[in-house]
């Protein structure tokens, strides 16, 4: 249970860190409020940060449950034997959030340079392998649910994908 908790302590900071930055920088970088948008109480940018409020709240959540968690997991073991060795440290457990989100920073990269039906093609095997999926269908649902986003985005809300 400690590696799950440590796993996710990583994980949760990881996207709290992440929450941040959208926030705090990429939000009011790349989301410009239009001139006749700026005395409105809501704007361009109103929605985006509720996303990115929402994304930094569940990483704190997540955070508080995993730091309570490895605090009683830790109190339990002081209580019951000194003499236990501790559990063996796999790094792969703690280096895989980081791995998924280079996969993810690449994605980004790739869509904004080859649009987004080269990047999803580059960048869901990549990820699925990080991921050690060996099903081929899981491969073919999330090509399929991103051909259902990228017709929806195209021919309902009429908004072209690069």
Request: include cysteine; aromatic fraction near 16%; charged fraction near 15%.
């Amino acid at each position: 249970m400690k590696n799950k908790d440590l796993q996710d302590l990583t994980a949760m900071s990881l996207f709290s860190t992440f929450g941040i930055l959208l926030y705090i920088w990429l939000i009011p970088g790349y989301i410009r409020v239009l001139s006749w948008d700026t005395g409105a109480a809501f704007d361009s940018r109103s929605f985006p940060k509720l996303i990115a409020a929402v994304i930094i709240l569940v990483g704190l959540l997540g955070i508080i449950r995993s730091v309570s968690r490895l605090l009683i997991e830790r109190s339990k073991r002081n209580k019951t034997d000194v003499s236990e060795k501790p559990a063996s440290i796999n790094f792969l457990v703690y280096i895989m959030p980081v791995v998924i989100f280079a996969i993810i920073l690449g994605y980004y990269f790739l869509f904004s340079k080859f649009g987004f039906i080269i990047s999803t093609l580059i960048a869901v095997p990549v990820l699925l392998i990080a991921l050690k999926c060996r099903k081929w269908q899981y491969y073919l649902y999330v090509y399929m649910f991103s051909g259902i986003i990228y017709a929806i985005f195209r021919y309902v809300l009429l908004i072209w994908l690069p």
